[in-house]
């Protein structure tokens, strides 16, 4: 849509407005005519002026007010709703019409609730969907749910606010979580007709069929595609025949798929589908072994079985399903003897194949079927797999993988010996130590609790989930347990007391209050501590701020800059906008004074740094055997390594060069340090100072450049 287009509908549109807001119905219905023009819409995809369209719009939904639409009033809210115009007004419009649309429904003051129309965090998407759902609403209605599969409607109470469905049993849900948790099939659509019918016919060889039973849910299209999988898989559809639906090319016979013939089983009977080992696909296995399904007493179809599995092993997408269904084989012993050998011919599979993916889906299996899906991997890839992926597990089920490995008392160290292996490799995490806060006592572990360089690197550490709860909880241990801090110190070994009271005091791990409340009772536990907590700084004296000429004069220059240009040009902005006297000027107006807002607190803490901060030229600093700002020190690693850091001012960081802050983390811990001091870094590496000397004579006069 050309500019010339936009610009001509944006006048017609003002116009239009204008005379709506005025009660000029044949203006209103014009207005409604434009909404729908396919041009139109389309040049609502630039933001600017979908936000210039629905401030115009406003107007004619003030004029209308919260009453009872009619006629074109009706179909002017509900395109706005469709065209997903949001402001506090449209809502309350929206809410007006849901109120009179379901005016039959007995809880309207629920139904809005449940809708969410006066949730500022609720998407006006979320809201339109709702009201789609609540369209289709009825006795009846088939829905679909991720955990419980396809359902009908049975019972609507209004004035309880609940929804009756009933799918493999009786539930009972609130509206809102109704809304929340369901995908609700169209009346009269393809999916519904097919659901109704319980076959598939001739339609189902059409091409684009598939996107047709897709589109008949009220989701996401994601939600679409998979939900629509998951039905035609359950009822109507082996794998085969899905992937022949989605190509385009399935073939039926008599009305029904074709079933594709097990390995090794051409010319078999026809299968029974009411046996669980003869399902069509595991999503189908998963459903049959949730009612409770039974080892058939004879004739197990392990060919069709593997067929299934196979299938889903490859595939990413269906990991989930594949754990849920394994571990249920093995939890109700459904293969018997052949479960070993049947698992470890799915080895490959791409669950067991990617250890992040394994690990991530065990997390997330139900607690009931973590035993059995763990036995079910040892057995498809060995104790040693196991145990390389239980350290990456949350805590909570390295218990399950010890009692597995205790059966056999060849392999029942295996788990403790991979944990030392990682505390004397460094790379551990907070699931390491609970393992070895709860493990026997031994000479190790009291090795390895000790380090609290070690600790605190790991409480550094960014994690999520349920990792994030294991850090809180060894957090707090550290905090407020005394018998872990006591074993932090070895029981009052003198240097591990001096160590974690330097990484009490100098780590940015802890708070202040967090820190003093610590130091306090190491005193308390072992009062040989108070030499080293009350230990002053290394820093002879306070650092004033400063920083190079170079900096200052930059951040000078950025306040000129701000003073005499841009804030004028603010200003002129906001001129311009309050003088365009049209409907559009609300948005220009609001961005112009937010930018104002943002100006003056730029200006602000430029003028507050300058005013604090003295610019000095680094060149004429002293450099003697301890390390200052402005100066250039070398530490060596206890592996070896050699690395060189130049020491500046507050706004002087570069940290790719190596060049920082003294008032950086890295920074505090070097001022003052001396030749041939062992340092704790806050990386958790120790290091000695083995040069210190001044900075180069290209870098001072980089620093010095813009001096003049």
Same mark, same amino acid.
């Given at each position: 849509?050309?500019?010339?287009?936009?610009?001509?509908?944006?006048?017609?549109?003002?116009?239009?407005?204008?005379?709506?807001?005025?009660?000029?119905?044949?203006?209103?219905?014009?207005?409604?005519?434009?909404?729908?023009?396919?041009?139109?819409?389309?040049?609502?995809?630039?933001?600017?002026?979908?936000?210039?369209?629905?401030?115009?719009?406003?107007?004619?939904?003030?004029?209308?007010?919260?009453?009872?639409?009619?006629?074109?009033?009706?179909?002017?809210?509900?395109?706005?709703?469709?065209?997903?115009?949001? !402001?506090?007004?449209?809502?309350?419009?929206?809410?007006?019409?849901?109120?009179?649309?379901?005016?039959?429904?007995?809880?309207?003051?629920?139904?809005?609730?449940?809708?969410?129309?006066?949730?500022?965090?609720?998407?006006?998407?979320?809201?339109?969907?709702?009201?789609?759902?609540?369209?289709?609403?009825?006795?009846?209605?088939?829905?679909?749910?991720?955990?419980?599969?396809?359902?009908?409607?049975?019972?609507?109470?209004?004035?309880?606010?609940?929804?009756?469905?009933?799918?493999?049993?009786?539930?009972?849900?609130?509206?809102?979580?109704?809304?929340?948790?369901?995908?609700?099939?169209?009346?009269?659509?393809?999916?519904?007709?097919?659901?109704?019918?319980?076959?598939?016919?001739?339609?189902?060889?059409?091409?684009?069929?598939?996107?047709?039973?897709?589109?008949?849910?009220?989701?996401?299209?994601?939600?679409? $595609?998979?939900?629509?999988?998951?039905?035609?898989?359950?009822?109507?559809?082996?794998?085969?025949?899905?992937?022949?639906?989605?190509?385009?090319?399935?073939?039926?016979?008599?009305?029904?798929?074709?079933?594709?013939?097990?390995?090794? $089983?051409?010319?078999?009977?026809?299968?029974?589908?009411?046996?669980?080992?003869?399902?069509?696909?595991?999503?189908?296995?998963?459903?049959?072994?949730?009612?409770?399904?039974?080892?058939?007493?004879?004739?197990?179809?392990?060919?069709?079985?593997?067929?299934?599995?196979?299938?889903?092993?490859?595939?990413?997408?269906?990991?989930?399903?594949?754990?849920?269904?394994?571990?249920?084989?093995?939890?109700?012993?459904?293969?018997?003897?052949?479960?070993?050998?049947?698992?470890?011919?799915?080895?490959?599979?791409?669950?067991?194949?990617?250890?992040?993916?394994?690990?991530?889906?065990?997390?997330?299996?139900?607690?009931?079927?973590?035993?059995?899906?763990?036995?079910?991997?040892?057995?498809?890839?060995?104790?040693?797999?196991?145990?390389?992926?239980?350290?990456?597990?949350?805590?909570?089920?390295? !218990?399950? &993988?010890?009692?597995?490995?205790?059966?056999?008392?060849?392999?029942?160290?295996?788990?403790?010996?991979?944990?030392?292996?990682?505390?004397?490799?460094?790379?551990?995490?907070?699931?390491?130590?609970?393992?070895?806060?709860?493990?026997?006592?031994?000479?190790?572990?009291?090795?390895?609790?000790?380090?609290?360089?070690?600790?605190?690197?790991?409480?550094?550490?960014?994690?999520?989930?349920?990792?994030?709860?294991?850090?809180?909880?060894?957090?707090?241990?550290?905090?407020?347990?005394?018998?872990?801090?006591?074993?932090?110190?070895?029981?009052?070994?003198?240097?591990?007391?001096?160590?974690?009271?330097?990484?009490?005091?100098? $780590?940015?791990?802890?708070?202040?209050?967090?820190?003093?409340?610590?130091?306090?009772?190491?005193?308390?536990?072992?009062?040989?501590?108070?030499?080293?907590?009350?230990?002053?700084?290394?820093?002879?004296?306070? &650092?004033?701020?400063?920083?190079?000429?170079?900096?200052?004069?930059?951040?000078?220059?950025?306040?000129?800059?701000?003073?005499?240009?841009?804030?004028?040009?603010?200003?002129?902005?906001?001129?311009?906008?309050?003088?365009?006297?049209?409907?559009?000027?609300?948005?220009?107006?609001?961005?112009?004074?937010?930018?104002?807002?943002?100006?003056?607190?730029?200006?602000?803490?430029?003028?507050?740094?300058?005013?604090?901060?003295?610019?000095?030229?680094?060149?004429?600093?002293?450099v003697e055997n301890q390390v200052v700002p402005g100066c250039q020190v070398s530490l060596k690693y206890a592996s070896g390594r050699l690395e060189t850091f130049k020491l500046l001012g507050l706004f002087d960081s570069k940290p790719e060069d190596n060049i920082i802050a003294y008032d950086s983390p890295l920074g505090k811990t070097l001022v003052g340090a001396s030749l041939n001091d062992e340092l704790q870094l806050p990386s958790g590496d120790n290091a000695v100072v083995c040069e210190i000397k001044a900075l180069p004579q290209e870098l001072l006069q980089w620093l010095n450049n813009s001096a003049s």
């Open positions: 849509m050309s500019e010339n287009i936009v610009e001509e509908h944006d006048f017609e549109l003002d116009s239009l407005c204008c005379a709506a807001a005025e009660f000029d119905e044949k203006a209103l219905q014009n207005l409604v005519l434009l909404m729908k023009d396919p041009a139109w819409r389309k040049a609502l995809s630039k933001r600017k002026h979908f936000l210039e369209c629905q401030s115009s719009l406003e107007l004619v939904a003030e004029s209308l007010g919260l009453e009872r639409y009619v006629g074109a009033g009706n179909e002017f809210v509900s395109l706005a709703l469709e065209l997903g115009f949001d !402001t506090p007004l449209f809502r309350e419009c929206y809410a007006s019409l849901a109120k009179q649309v379901f005016a039959s429904y007995g809880n309207p003051a629920g139904l809005a609730e449940a809708i969410g129309f006066r949730e500022p965090d609720c998407e006006i998407s979320t809201i339109r969907l709702r009201l789609q759902m609540m369209g289709e609403l009825k006795v009846g209605a088939f829905c679909y749910d991720a955990a419980f599969g396809l359902g009908k409607v049975s019972h609507i109470d209004g004035l309880a606010n609940e929804i009756a469905l009933q799918s493999d049993r009786k539930r009972s849900l609130r509206l809102r979580s109704f809304f929340d948790s369901q995908l609700m099939v169209k009346n009269a659509s393809p999916l519904h007709n097919l659901l109704q019918r319980d076959k598939l016919d001739e339609k189902a060889e059409q091409p684009g069929y598939l996107a047709e039973l897709q589109e008949s849910l009220l989701a996401q299209p994601k939600q679409q $595609q998979e939900a629509a999988r998951k039905i035609l898989l359950a009822r109507f559809l082996s794998e085969e025949d899905y992937e022949a639906l989605a190509a385009g090319r399935l073939s039926l016979e008599k009305g029904e798929p074709q079933d594709a013939e097990p390995e090794g $089983q051409s010319g078999a009977p026809p299968r029974d589908l009411r046996r669980w080992d003869q399902s069509r696909n595991l999503d189908e296995l998963l459903e049959r072994l949730k009612d409770g399904a039974k080892a058939p007493s004879d004739d197990l179809n392990l060919a069709n079985l593997r067929q299934i599995f196979r299938f889903a092993a490859v595939r990413i997408e269906q990991a989930e399903t594949f754990a849920n269904a394994s571990a249920m084989l093995y939890k109700e012993n459904l293969l018997g003897e052949h479960f070993a050998a049947f698992v470890q011919e799915l080895g490959g599979a791409g669950l067991w194949s990617d250890e992040e993916l394994f690990v991530e889906q065990t997390d997330k299996l139900a607690l009931k079927l973590i035993p059995a899906w763990l036995a079910a991997t040892q057995l498809a890839k060995g104790s040693q797999y196991l145990v390389d992926a239980a350290v990456k597990l949350p805590y909570r089920l390295w !218990t399950h &993988i010890e009692k597995l490995l205790a059966k056999n008392p060849e392999e029942k160290d295996l788990l403790a010996e991979r944990v030392f292996a990682d505390f004397a490799a460094g790379k551990v995490s907070a699931e390491h130590y609970f393992w070895l806060w709860k493990a026997p006592k031994s000479e190790r572990r009291s090795e390895y609790l000790a380090n609290s360089y070690l600790l605190f690197k790991t409480l550094h550490q960014d994690v999520k989930g349920n990792y994030l709860r294991s850090k809180r909880n060894l957090m707090k241990l550290l905090i407020d347990d005394e018998k872990f801090q006591r074993q932090i110190m070895n029981m009052g070994d003198p240097y591990a007391i001096r160590t974690l009271v330097r990484c009490v005091k100098h $780590q940015p791990l802890l708070d202040k209050s967090e820190r003093q409340s610590l130091l306090v009772k190491i005193v308390r536990h072992y009062p040989q501590a108070i030499g080293e907590v009350e230990e002053k700084s290394r820093s002879r004296k306070t &650092i004033a701020n400063i920083t190079s000429l170079r900096s200052y004069a930059e951040a000078k220059a950025q306040l000129e800059e701000l003073i005499n240009v841009l804030m004028p040009e603010n200003v002129a902005a906001i001129e311009q906008a309050r003088s365009h006297g049209d409907l559009r000027e609300n948005s220009e107006f609001k961005y112009a004074k937010e930018r104002q807002a943002f100006l003056a607190s730029q200006r602000a803490e430029l003028e507050e740094k300058l005013q604090a901060t003295k610019a000095i030229d680094f060149a004429e600093v002293k």
